[in-house]
């Protein structure tokens, strides 16, 4: 009897318990601004309509280019961020996106925006095996490891004949009147950014994304709970290099030419770093948020100032400023102190 | 037989200086537990001070060698109290120095870049394009100079690091900063002055590298995997480790440059250290993997 | 008042973490072994790296012969005149154990003088002598342990605090360590020990200390406290007479 009793009292309570979290996540849900990225998307893909009244190429140029951006970065910080794992060597999948599609673009003309989800894929498979070997190692080894990678792929793509060496290849252009050519990618990228983030934000909800952020916390203990760490972390990195992957399909033939100097080296991997930490690693909108801002600074320091030299100068200026004051990032910070407003609250 | 006796003292002369490039790095890494990916930067800074000076007075570049250092000490004080002193209690303290050194690098190259552009450099005393004719081989003075150079700095800090009393308490921190701590160590000072000799061993390696390579700001990045690969295989932290590495790797990367093509020399390297920290992440001398 | 040592109210805990000492107090008074006893996870260690200035003092006093450390490095404090020996990894390992007696007297600045001490432990603990020049790291935990408490003795210090010497020792190697602390404490040291075998420790100190959730609960001579049978239900593992 007293037996009975206990157990049914014990499971009203876990059914208590069960109905206040359902009751919290609920709030949060309702909290959560759903509308506000929505919103956005909608003025985006309304922008090129601008094109009917003067020339907004430069403008239509940095939506493109903050939108690769914006996927790269998401797509660096489901390793970097939600598994901890930092990697100094993403370029490595953007290069291999824009090399594969470029050179399909190059040898049989079909346009690089319906190979991209190919390319991201091959980046990914890439990804799986680079990953089983070097995330046996953690901390500043990984880091290390993924300069060494990116070091070993310069070399080779500069000295590999078929697809141009380090003179790289050039691409055909489209013959579509100036006005318009920049749309087709235009698209493209918004479609590949706002993928990214939405499949970032399903990937930290779910099961996957817990076990991730267990790894990043403590991953001795969370391989004791039961998680298969191995092989979630080599997931994220394919899932990482896939996002990073199609971005870069898109962005050679919209450049027209690919060459390792462009897309093999480690300031595209270092602005991706930069740009999670600054915005806010491991969460959704952070990387967002830091690639917007990282883009209007290079803009900025740019027009300013001009040479590049300051560009790397300022970057690496901000990156330090950035680690050292606000190590949590924009989103991190603000959520911390419980300030960070409702629009940016997407996790 | 000669070809191979050739290639090795290349091999060797070139090992020298990369053992002295490596060995600040090794240090910094062994008593702070920070990968200063901003080293090989700093010894571009060196080369620059010696360039200058050897442009603007004459001044020999292996004359120059102790003010270089002396002038890249002090700014590796600076630095480490404005940038890494303050991230001693941080949780992620080894993922955070790393990136931070990163940024470091960047701002150094910027910096460099925007005041002597990205022109190549080389500093020519007489001896760095002669060479030394023994039968059929053939020794380069700048690389013979810089190598004993290097080799005999490397002898006086191990000599420091073994029987000085700073340098007791230097290797003490490496092994047990806490240990180090409650015997009387400070070890704020003991980091400060490590990373101290470690930039200045930068600035001394800048010196000579300025008349064995020719340098450019960007030049950095190619050198970063390359040491990190000598590090890693010396075992981080350890002096001697490196030293080996050195001489073991830029022998073999003289002979794959010269038996399969010079592109591929740089590989080595980068291969060696993918396969160092999958295989051995401890290292050749290291004991257990501290890095891993 | 003749206290050496006197540890009032403090609060203390690891960086911005939450407070583990609470309330704690202590009185050391000189030449006298001082036995802490108290669960794990109790704070023991915490407070010998409160009083030895590894962490920070957030509330409350730590005065040594009347002058106040709060605030002040463990160098400093060392150079006072504590001397702390952590529970684990308190040697040099890849240093021989000369070297690591040669660290026990880094604060020494006559070198002739060092050197003569670090002679004086090698002739009285032969063990060590035997082993002058192996790695520290490569000897037995009893050995380590002799070499960690024996190291001190080079700067005499006024006060000793042992944690947890005994830990991981066969028992016969743990009377080896009360008999090193006892010849300390002869030789005018005073002793601070932690000891989770609480019955063995307060038999052989003079002064008993209860510590839990970061505060003193009792203070007094070890023989009360063995006595009390709060205590020993507690903490002494139930009613076995002394
Ligand atoms: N480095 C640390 N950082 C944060 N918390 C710590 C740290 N060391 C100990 N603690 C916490 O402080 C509390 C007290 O620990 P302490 O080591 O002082 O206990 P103790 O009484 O010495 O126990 P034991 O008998 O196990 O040695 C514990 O809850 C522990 O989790
Ligand atoms: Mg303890």
Redesign the pocket.
Known sequence: MAVTLDQSSASAVVEARRAHNEKLARKADQTRATWFPLAVMAILIALPLLQFTGNYNYLLHMVLFTASHVAMASGWNILGGFAGYISLGHSVFFAIGGYFSGMILARYGISTIVTAPLAGLLAAVVGYLIGMVTLKVRGPSFIISSIALLMIARILFDNWELIGGANGVTLPVNDLPVQWAKIPYYYAMLAIAAFTVWASYKIKHSKFGLGLRAISKDEIKAESAGIDTRFYKVMAFALSAFFVGMAGAVWGEYLTYLRPNIFLVILVSANLVLMSILGGKGTVAGPVIGAILIVALNELFVATMGASEINILGTGMVMAAGLMFFPLGLVGTLARKGKLPRVLNWD | MADILQILILGLALGGVIALMGSGLSLVFGVMRIVNLAHPSLIIGGAYVTYWAFKMTGVDPIVMLPVASLIMAAIGVLLYRLMFERETKSAKYSEMTVLLTFALAMMVEGLLGGLFTNTQRVVSPDYATDAFFIGDLFIPKGQLYAGIVSLVIITALSLFLKYSRLGYAIRATTQNREAAELLGVNVNFICILAFAIGIGLAGAAGSLVSFVFSFFPAKHWEWIAMLMSVVVLGGMGSILGTVVAALLLSVIAAFVGTWIGATWSTLTFFLALFLILLVRPQGLFGEKPEMA | MTELLQVTNITA???D?PA?LDGAHLTVEPGKVHCII??????????M?AICGMLTIRKGDVVFKGKRLNGMRPDQILREGICFVP?ERALFPKMTVRENLRMGGFILDDKKELERRIEGILERFPILRERADQHAGTMSGGQQQTLAMARTLIIKPAIVML??PSLGLAPKIVQEMFDIMKMMSAEGVTVLL?E?NALMGLKNSDWGVV?DL?RTLFEGPAATVLADPRIQELYLGGKKAA
Not at chain 3, 38 to 47: D, E, F, I, Q
């Open positions: 805990g690891y960086g973490g583990i108290g669960p794990n996870g109790a704070g023991k260690s915490t407070l790296k529970q944690d947890e932690v989770q510590l970061g």
